[in-house]
Nanobody, 116 residues
């Protein structure tokens, strides 16, 4: 079992920045893709960004140029730097990890609110 714990959410004004972190712990032998998804009230969960163990990244069109995903394999941690935040970025952000020969794991989520 892998446990993912997110941190870094909160309230920020439009145009501001936040950095989310997600640390993995537990029985870890081969973490592959890690990433972030988000879910706003009344909407489906959607991809924000993912990053493979080799560093290849993928972003939703809505966040390209504003968000940057990165990871520290030694620390088993994935980060999401969010700049130029907009009210429509308000969501619960969930950390995701896929472990080879094991399965997919999700964190409990951290709330990001963008409001003046």
């Amino acid at each position: 079992q892998v446990t993912l714990v997110e941190s870094g959410g909160g309230l920020v004004q439009p145009g501001g920045s936040l950095r989310l972190s997600c640390a993995a712990s537990g029985v870890i032998f081969r973490l592959n893709t890690m990433g972030w998804y988000r879910q706003a009230p009344g909407k489906q969960r959607e991809l924000v960004a993912t990053i493979t163990s080799g560093g290849s990244t993928n972003y939703a069109d809505s966040v390209k140029g504003r968000f940057t995903i990165s990871r520290d394999n030694a620390k088993r941690t994935v980060y999401l730097q969010m700049n130029s935040l907009k009210p429509e970025d308000t969501s619960v952000y969930y950390c995701y990890a896929r472990q080879d020969f094991d399965g997919d794991y999700w964190g409990k989520g951290t709330l990001v609110t963008v409001s003046s």
